[in-house]
């Protein structure tokens, strides 16, 4: 698509990951990338020698946002990584979502998760600002083309429409091969499907899935000398991988919902307003189409 994700190529070629991943807007690839390898610097100490090829994604704010003014800034991504815990992930306008636009609505960052019959579970992070209103769908809902732009306006732009993109993490403990997680990241695009989305020309829809369910590997920068000749891994079956197909499917559509319903009316650069989905009106159309509560 038309994005950027940082690292792939050292991704596909060697199935690890060598930093934190990042998400960021368009403009701020560069300074988050730098900021990664920076953080690792100082951790390891500035005599030792290593390499580094952080994994920073983006998606275009610039709507909202003053994007030229380069306001991102090496503290903010130190101050994501020492704020990170677990627990409940704040969504909506946070982080690289704050300036985001999804189906002609304030868009965000959105998360949602499954646990799987056997146990593992499947998280997803979502940076929605992709889409157009009237493709938007819930539950096969044709939300969008009900609440139009007439009763809820459109950011306007110059840009065309669903010329957004959206950034998709999927992490998992169970224990997969990198090809396997290759292949639960592209089962993420049939989850931004089910809400309307359609990989538009000028849209940058990209995936990238880790699972933690193999410790104790040799670190990838590691000297040949140091690393032992084999390392035993655990792999789920393929036989077995289908429930968590499912798990990234669900969890990606509702990750997505969850960006649009957590996020808040913004006015941004320019005086631009991007309107928040109402909660309220949203299950007023679901009602109508028989689906939940009258």
């Not at 090496?74 to 020492?82: K, P, S, T």
Request: hydrophobic share 40%; net charge negative; charged share 15%.
């Amino acid at each position: 698509g038309n994005g950027e994700l940082t690292g792939l190529a050292w991704i596909r070629e060697s199935g690890t990951l060598t930093t934190p991943i990042a998400i960021t807007n368009t403009h701020s690839v560069g300074v988050v990338h730098d900021a990664l390898i920076a953080v690792e610097a100082s951790r390891r100490g500035a005599e030792e020698l290593f390499w580094s090829l952080p994994v920073v994604g983006e998606t275009y704010d610039g709507l909202l946002s003053d994007i030229n003014g380069m306001h991102v800034k090496a503290e903010h991504l130190h101050a994501a990584l020492e704020s990170a815990s677990a627990g409940p992930v704040p969504e909506g306008n946070v982080g690289g979502g704050t300036g985001m636009i999804c189906h002609g609505f304030k868009g965000g960052t959105g998360t949602s998760s499954r646990v799987v019959p056997s146990g593992w579970t499947v998280g997803v992070l979502a940076q929605a600002n992709h889409g157009r209103r009237e493709r938007f769908r819930v539950d096969g809902v044709p939300v969008g083309e009900v609440i139009t732009a007439h009763e809820i306006p459109v950011p306007g732009s110059t840009m065309p429409q669903g010329a957004g993109s959206i950034i998709i993490v999927i992490g998992t403990d169970a224990p997969l091969l990198p090809g396997q997680c290759e292949r639960l990241a592209q089962r993420a695009g049939l989850g931004v499907a089910r809400v309307g989305g359609l990989g538009e020309n000028s849209s940058g829809d990209l995936f990238v899935c880790f699972a933690t369910g193999n410790r104790g590997l040799p670190q990838p920068d590691a000297p040949g000398a140091t690393a032992p000749p084999t390392v035993a891994l655990s792999m789920v079956p393929n036989q077995h991988l289908t429930p968590l197909f499912a798990a990234v499917v669900e969890a990606t559509e509702e990750a997505i919902l969850n960006a649009l319903l957590h996020a808040e009316t913004m006015t941004g650069r320019d005086g631009n307003t991007a309107h928040a989905l109402p909660a309220d009106r949203l299950l007023e159309v679901m009602a109508a189409y028989g689906r939940g509560p009258a």
